[in-house]
């Protein structure tokens, strides 16, 4: 499909600058909150106005755009992206009984505003849009480029995703059952047999072309899935892996979006089932908590697994003897309805 | 390349309830602008709409869709694409192969119920019935279980021009190989939160909107849905085929978070790049379906860019004079409108003209006539600098 040149992530880990994934960060107040870098890139009247989505896509954007002005679009996924201001200008309507409102909130209410600051701060006048499909908004996103690159083979887009928790979409979900009910530690999320996730956020980035040499990660495959039945998932990932992966080559790690909720067990179970022995079985949502494009994260992770030959020990499910990591399957499912199948190859 | 083609259309809006409904609308030059009834707001009396004056209530009876949580962007969206599948002859086993995409757009989606949002989004309030109502994914998700639609389920949202973007994407999952046709289009309901939001910006009109009029005073909202059935012409055997995706193109404007560039560089673009993936000359256009919304920036930067691509600006109207501006619906109603014009070979009565504006000084279609059209285009632009363009031919 395509290959990642480069990759940024904030995140409630240590993702941003001097990387460093061994020491996990813990919630506060049962969030994975962002660490926000100092956004040395944004004009600070700029700054100040941006909602948080918007100020982590375009933070984590800036470094990748700087080094490669000549991008030709801005692909972005993001579900909550403008929510914050959204329920700010909603606030306005109430509090003012629709009298006289200042309009930044509503102008920055739709997710598009991510992409489209991007675009505005870097004067990228390319293909710019906004996928929103929820668990599977990313996924939709890299088809996106994917299909892109093989229209234009020469093109190169940053592709990317962000979701931030406001107070607003923290409460509507702590109501829809979201959350874990417990307060508990990210170590222990895995443990814990309870219903709900714990919420989280990022925002991840990716220059993406068609170009091999000098390339971290191929991006092989992705496939998306809208069911509840276990059975046809489990049928439409043994084809995908049959599909996609390499003739002769074998499947080195599974990064799993398991996220604590023993309501999506089942699925989880299913996708290690397929996994032979020596597949080394690994876990992300720990280190970001739950948001709709958090596969966005674990292709991050994916990347940083792959360069460094090296996974962080507290992502590890079970372990497996290996020389070396060469292909890396992502399975994601979203609030038991959206699946995603993803390959990642070292180049 | 084998020409992706539209074999179902369906619309529901200001002016109508179905195709035929709306296309006997466009022909006498109705206005569905109005005041608006369905729902309280300070504004009722002062800022008139495109309302489609059926409430909740019947829209649920009607569909057969009880279910709680349903919102009014959900069931106009229903009521469309009910109509799109049954004019393209769908069977349930077409629907629920791995081969049929759905690609939705919305820029408001379950923010309808602006007040109930905002109960939600509050600390120490009881949920309501629409928790998981509000994402613009949720009317997706909705005719995803529904149709047990079996291949790739998207939505998009690029605020006014999303629904264009909804189409083009589904075209290229055809073309890609990901999906053997598309169902795409758009849904957006009247809010009370776009109300107040455009009204923030004073960019409503208080009176009936007049696009690319010199005393434009701005837009009227809308609302409604439509949709397209895009298949690839080889798979169509003897269905009718209305007409065909030719061309299409997304840019952006790259200058202001909610207003075009003085030059329209975004918009050019968009129209432009249409044109190089239709592989046509600007001279073959025959009629461009502007954005028009009848703001002083947009009629203005859009007359300007049609100045620029074209030696010799071809027929345009907006039809956001007949309806109201739906956003993220716009593109796909519109795209219905411009595949009536090349289906039936006519142009409709344009709305609301006097007086050109002075700097441009380009006049709109007026009266209603049949005409030899062979390619449409169709302008999208919305804040955040997307722009789209579409480019529609004759079967």
């Not at chain 1, 941003?16 to 944004?42: C, M, Q, S």
């Not at chain 1, 598009?112 to 939709?140: C, D, M, P, R, W």
């Not at chain 2, 009629?287 to 074209?310: C, P, Q, W, Y």
Request: proline share 4%; with cysteine; hydrophobic share 40%.
């Amino acid at each position: 499909m395509f290959y990642i040149h480069q990759s940024s992530c904030i995140s409630p880990q240590q993702t941003f600058h001097d990387v460093d994934l061994n020491k996990l960060h813990e919630p506060a107040d049962r969030k994975l909150l962002a660490i926000e870098p100092r956004y040395d890139g944004i004009p600070p009247g700029i700054l100040r106005r941006m909602g948080k989505a918007v100020r982590m896509g375009v933070g984590a954007a800036m470094p990748l755009l700087q080094n490669n002005p000549t991008s030709d679009g801005i692909i972005v996924a993001t579900v909550n992206g403008g929510k914050e201001d959204c329920v700010k200008f909603m606030n306005q309507i109430i509090d003012y009984n629709e009298g006289l409102l200042t309009p930044i909130n509503f102008v920055q209410s739709t997710p598009n505003a991510v992409a489209a600051q991007i675009g505005l701060l870097t004067k990228n006048h390319g293909y710019n849009i906004t996928h929103s499909q929820l668990g599977l908004a990313f996924e939709y996103a890299m088809i996106d480029a994917g299909m892109m690159i093989n229209e234009n083979p020469l093109s190169s887009f940053l592709l990317g995703a962000v979701d931030d928790i406001s107070l607003f979409n923290y409460n509507i979900e702590e109501k829809s059952g979201c959350h874990k009910m417990e307060t508990i530690s990210n170590k222990n999320l895995y443990t814990t047999n309870s219903p709900g996730h714990i919420a989280g956020e990022a925002a991840s980035m990716f220059l993406v072309n068609g170009n091999e040499t000098g390339a971290i990660v191929k991006v092989q495959a992705v496939e998306t899935l809208h069911t509840t039945d276990e059975s046809i998932m489990k049928e439409k990932l043994f084809g995908f892996i049959k599909k996609y992966l390499p003739a002769g080559e074998k499947m080195d790690v599974l990064l799993t979006g398991e996220n604590g909720d023993n309501r999506l067990l089942k699925y989880y179970s299913c996708c290690e089932s397929l996994m032979d022995n020596d597949v080394t079985i690994a876990r992300f949502k720990h280190m970001c908590g739950e948001y709709p494009t958090a596969t966005s994260m674990g292709l991050w992770l994916c990347c940083d697994i792959l360069q460094k030959q090296t996974i962080p020990e507290h992502m590890i499910k079970k372990a497996a003897v290996k020389t070396g990591y060469k292909n890396v399957l992502i399975y994601n499912n979203y609030n038991s309805i959206q699946h995603s199948f993803i390959l990642v190859s070292i180049t | 390349m084998n020409r992706i083609v539209v074999t179902g259309l369906g619309v529901i809006s200001a002016i109508g309830n179905s195709v035929a409904e709306n296309r006997v609308s466009l022909m006498e030059g109705k206005c569905g602008i109005s005041r608006l009834e369905m729902f309280p707001s300070k504004f009722s009396d002062v800022l008139p709409v495109g309302e489609i004056k059926i409430s909740n209530e019947a829209l649920k009876e009607k569909l057969k869709a009880p279910e709680p949580g349903i919102t009014r962007t959900t069931l106009l969206a229903l009521h469309a694409i009910n109509e799109a599948l049954a004019d393209s002859g769908l069977s349930n086993a077409d629907m629920s192969s791995s081969g049929t995409a759905l690609v939705g757009a919305s820029t408001v989606g379950g923010m309808c119920l602006t007040d109930e949002m905002y109960m939600d989004s509050q600390k120490d309030t009881p949920g309501s019935e629409y928790l998981a109502s509000y994402d613009f994914a949720t009317t997706c998700m909705y005719l995803q279980n529904y149709f047990s639609i079996g291949g790739p389920v998207n939505t998009i949202n690029t605020a006014c021009s999303s629904s264009a973007n909804a189409i083009m994407y589904g075209a290229r999952l055809i073309r890609s190989g990901r999906a053997r046709r598309a169902i795409v289009g758009g849904f957006d309901s009247l809010a009370k939160f776009t109300i107040n939001g455009f009204n923030a910006l004073h960019i409503l009109s208080t009176e009936h909107c007049t696009p690319f009029d010199e005393d434009r005073k701005g837009l009227n909202l809308g609302e409604g849905a439509a949709f397209l059935v895009l298949e690839k012409e080889e798979d169509v055997r003897d269905k009718k085929i209305y007409a065909s995706l030719s061309g299409y193109s997304n840019a952006n404007d790259a200058f202001h978070a909610s207003s075009l560039s003085d030059n329209g560089d975004g918009p050019f673009r968009a129209m432009k790049d249409a044109l190089a993936s239709a592989k046509l000359n600007p001279s073959q256009i025959d009629f461009v379906n502007a954005h028009g919304t009848g703001t002083e920036n947009n009629d203005k930067v859009e007359s300007i860019a049609m100045l620029r691509l074209f030696e010799k600006v071809p027929a345009f109207t907006s039809t956001k004079a007949n309806t109201g501006h739906t956003l993220g619906a716009a593109g796909a109603i519109e795209a219905v409108y411009c595949i009536l014009n090349l289906a039936e070979q006519e142009l409709y009565t344009g709305l609301h003209f006097t007086n050109p504006i002075a700097t441009t000084k380009l006049v709109p279609f007026q009266l209603y006539k049949k005409t030899p059209l062979t390619h449409i285009m169709s302008n999208s632009f919305g804040f955040g600098g997307n722009c789209s363009s579409l480019i529609f031919s004759k079967a």
